[in-house]
């Protein structure tokens, strides 16, 4: 069960300095409506830029608008279902599991506390990538831990 406790305190962890990085960004930004898009630090090649992401990854199902919140939830309580029944895989990738669940339970929290997604960081060297933030990192290295432990576990 330790596995379990060390499970919480890197989720809550995770999510707590996601949520306050993206509550300080809008300190500092004020924003008036989800549809404000505000440079707070102008970089050449990073720039903090605060926008809300009313869909999901590039602004795909927007069109789903409040119901998109309630359908990532639902999709949450069903992974922890799907691991509380696979007990053996949440243990031997508990730590992967962490870095994902905080990070998509931060952006489901952004949902029903902003309206939208708090993204802040742009990078726009060469060319514009669309704006993401700490939870978005967080969901894609818990993805590549995922993945790398799994081929090194089928090679012992």
Not at 32 to 48: A, K, Q
Not at 108 to 118: A, E, K, S, T
Request: glycine share 6%; proline share 3%; aromatic share 20%.
């Amino acid at each position: 069960m330790s596995y379990l406790i060390r499970f919480i305190c890197i989720f809550i962890a995770l999510l707590a300095i996601d949520q306050t990085i993206k509550y300080m960004i809008l300190d500092i930004a004020k924003p008036t409506s989800l549809s404000d898009f505000i440079i707070i630090l102008d970089m050449p090649v990073i720039s903090i830029a605060l926008v809300f992401n009313t869909g999901v990854a590039f602004s795909f199902f927007t069109w789903l608008g409040e119901w998109l919140k309630y359908i990532q939830l639902g999709l949450i309580c069903a992974i922890f279902l799907v691991l509380y029944f696979q007990r053996q895989l949440f243990k031997e990738h508990y730590i992967p599991f962490a870095f994902m669940i905080s990070g998509g339970a931060s952006n489901i929290l952004d949902r029903f506390l902003h309206g939208g997604v708090v993204d802040y960081i742009y990078w726009h060297y060469g060319f514009d990538f669309p704006i993401f933030n700490l939870a978005d990192i967080l969901i894609d290295f818990g993805i590549g831990l995922f993945i790398l432990k799994t081929l090194l576990f089928k090679r012992s």
